[in-house]
């Protein structure tokens, strides 16, 4: 089994900063691209940022210069670092992971985290 748990969301005021990181566990073989998605009220799920495992990032056009993703291959985490955060980035913040097991050593699945919520208001 492999659980990817996420952590760091909260309420904040507009201008204000977060930080959340998830971290994966289990039967873990490799761990490949990781991203961070979010999903407001009434809308479809979108990318925020995504990593390859080589450290190549990227980002969707509206958090480029204010959010930051990093990774720790030999942790297994993954954070995003929000800044300058805005009303319109509040949702609901999903870790995702393509994933091999040690149980296939070849097939690559994707796990998604539980979702944190992120909350932008004064």
């Known amino acids: 089994q492999v659980q990817l748990v996420e952590s760091g969301g909260g309420l904040v005021q507009p201008g204000g900063s977060l930080r959340l990181s998830c971290a994966a566990s289990?039967?873990?073989?490799?761990?490949?691209?990781m991203g961070w998605y979010r999903q407001a009220p009434g809308k479809q799920r979108e990318l925020v940022a995504g990593?390859?495992?080589?450290?190549?990032?990227n980002y969707t056009d509206s958090v480029k210069g204010r959010f930051t993703i990093s990774r720790d291959n030999a942790k297994k985490t993954v954070n995003l670092q929000m800044n300058s955060l805005k009303p319109e980035d509040t949702a609901v913040y999903y870790c995702?992971?393509?994933?091999?097991?040690?149980?296939?050593?070849?097939?690559?699945?994707?796990?998604w985290g539980q979702g944190t919520q992120v909350t932008v208001s004064s």
């Open positions: 995702n992971a393509d994933i091999v097991t040690v149980t296939t050593k070849i097939q690559v699945q994707n796990y």
């Open positions: 289990g039967n873990i073989f490799k761990i490949y691209d």
């Open positions: 990593i390859t495992s080589d450290g190549i990032t």
